[in-house]
């Protein structure tokens, strides 16, 4: 197996952010979406009961010299050091990058990760990329020395024994970080950035901290920006009035008036055109958009969520990305780990799909092995679909006996299987595969849309996944 590529969640400045006692009833109140998960696989959870060391970085030279940074179980994982506002260890040197270098806690000490910065890390006069400090050695960045100290206090993160929050399953130390810092970033009404790597469940997140909050009963609203053609990005975030431009031949309201009241994620924030950002900024600053063509500014009450797959520090730095935007959004941070970091969670998550996909019986353990001893660069969509085709795939013979109904496709003569319909056409084998999985899809939906009443929210909740997902698997059936 390769190497694999670092990375944790970042903190969450919350100031004043932790949940009120109503909140916490509220939650409690709600049902547990993870009563199924439980019977499907409750990992055993243990407390550490000390953690990870404490360490300090006390500047001995530079132009921050005398400062002092604790790095301790108090932060939810991994913290940044650079210039950058976000960072947790901030300098004001200007031989250091935004995005300098990431540190972390591990069982063993403190580990130093170099994050591709410009003048580069060096470590007692070794220039490293990624290597574990014990405490005594001096870290070099820019013109900043740093001395790293090993403290004898131990503060535990906080973790919590939930399986998952909102529509986020996983049992992981990684994750149970996570879902302290989002119990009180739903609560709140800040903006927040959802970072990390394509499939790693950003929407999601975004429709579950939207669940878990007050705004629960308004609008969530998702604004894809690269789904959407550059000239329709701004009728499509504001709205537009009729006869505005050629096409328009009626009055639309933007993403901005949809989500009144409620959450609007915007999806892949960084791939948002430099001409709009500035817009967008004034929109978010001032609660206020005008339409397309219109004269009018009007109000509007949205809580503003972010998504990238993008290092937006270094779009910044690279003039792609609008450091004000990014301040103005950037108030709390979350960072999704790849499935490939979150330890335990692909068997968990494995059996949850299998189980709420209608996998029969229990996922067999030969996948198990092979699911876990893959690192899943797709992420947690991709073990989704992987589940969804192995249901379809797998063992015939037994699939066939225990859900006969699954192969017979819609209008086939008794006795006739689909998949050997499929195999008849001799079809390259993604394209076969693409049939049979479209088919399971089409009528996975179908039976969830009429267990539900045809209620899509309800459904997709049913079925794990988020409702626009849904709903584009949805049309891409008809």
Request: proline residues 5%; hydrophobic residues 40%; charged residues 25%.
């Amino acid at each position: 197996m390769n190497a694999l590529p670092l990375g944790r969640p970042l903190r969450a400045n919350v100031a004043g952010a932790g949940p009120t006692a109503e909140n916490a009833a509220m939650a409690t109140r709600k049902r547990d979406p993870f009563d199924d998960v439980a019977t499907v696989a409750r990992p055993k959870i243990e407390r550490e009961a000390a953690g990870p060391p404490s360490f300090t970085l006390t500047c001995v030279a530079g132009p921050n010299a005398g400062g002092v940074f604790s790095i301790d179980g108090s932060q939810p994982t991994r913290v940044l050091l650079g210039t950058s506002p976000v960072c947790w260890v901030r300098l004001s040197d200007n031989q250091v990058s935004r995005r300098h270098a990431a540190l972390e806690l591990v069982e063993n000490g403190l580990r130093l990760t170099d994050l591709g910065s410009t003048n580069g890390t060096r470590v007692s006069g070794i220039s490293c990329i990624d290597v574990v400090l014990n405490g005594g050695e001096v870290v070099q960045v820019g013109e900043t020395m740093l001395q790293v100290g090993r403290t004898t206090s131990l503060v535990t993160a906080p973790l919590t024994e939930a399986l998952g929050f909102g529509r986020m399953v996983g049992a992981s130390p990684e994750m149970r970080r996570l879902y302290v810092l989002c119990e009180r970033i739903a609560a709140s009404a800040v903006p927040v950035i959802l970072e990390g790597e394509t499939g790693t469940g950003k929407e999601l997140l975004a429709e579950s901290l939207h669940e878990m909050g007050p705004r629960a009963s308004g609008p969530f609203i998702v604004f894809d920006c690269t789904a959407i053609p550059p000239n329709l990005l701004e009728s499509a975030l504001f709205g537009h009035e009729r006869g505005s431009f050629t096409g328009a031949t009626d009055t639309r309201r933007g993403v901005f008036e949809q989500a009144h009241k409620g959450t609007l994620l915007i999806d892949e924030i960084g791939d948002l055109d430099l001409a709009l950002q500035s817009k967008l900024l004034r929109a978010i600053e001032r609660s206020e958009v005008q339409r397309v063509g219109g004269d009018k500014w009007m109000k509007v009450d949205v809580r503003v969520m972010a998504a990238t797959r993008r290092d937006l520090d270094h779009e910044v730095q690279e003039g792609r990305f609008r450091d004000d935007l990014f301040f103005r959004i950037a108030v709390t941070r979350i960072e999704l780990p790849p499935l490939r970091k979150r330890h335990g969670d692909v068997v968990t998550l494995a059996r949850h799909f299998w189980k709420s996909l209608g996998g029969a019986g229990d996922l067999p353990h030969d996948l198990e092995v092979r699911f876990a001893a893959y690192e899943w660069p797709g992420n947690i969509r991709e073990l989704h679909n992987s589940v969804a085709r192995q249901i379809a795939l797998g063992d015939l013979a037994q699939i066939e006996a225990t859900r006969p109904s699954m192969l017979a496709p819609a209008g086939a003569a008794p006795g006739e299987d689909f998949i050997d319909l499929v195999v008849a056409e001799e079809l390259p084998l993604p394209r076969a595969r693409e049939r049979v999985v479209d088919e399971f899809e089409r009528r996975y939906l179908e039976k969830v849309l009429a267990k539900h009443g045809g209620n899509v929210a309800k459904a997709a909740e049913s079925a794990g996944i988020a409702r626009r997902y849904f709903q584009i698997i949805r049309a891409r059936q008809r």
